[in-house]
């Protein structure tokens, strides 16, 4: 078993969030606009569904930032 204290596990982690969060990033959206179609679609619901996916990409994207600080980390470490 890894070592869970060890930068590399920590990138390697943070690594499997960021490819979880990019997949809801992708299919949230696309989920909400095909519920939102059924009664029609308004100005209002491509709003919301914006935000949204603005909201899913800003966490992407800080995950992202995230876990290549940490591996960059490790390898200054080494």
Do not use: K, N
């Not at 060890?6 to 606009?33: C, D, G, K």
């Not at 290549?68 to 200054?76: H, K, L, N, T």
Request: glycine share 2%; hydrophobic share 65%.
């Amino acid at each position: 078993m890894p070592d869970p204290i060890s930068i590399e596990f920590a990138a390697a982690q943070m690594a499997r969030i960021h490819r979880i969060l990019r997949w809801v990033a992708v299919l949230v959206p696309l989920a909400l606009l095909a519920m939102i179609s059924v009664d029609g679609i308004s100005l209002t619901d491509i709003g919301v569904t914006a935000f949204v996916a603005a909201m899913l990409w800003l966490f992407v994207f800080l995950a992202w930032f995230t876990a290549d600080a940490i591996r960059r980390a490790a390898e200054r470490r080494e």
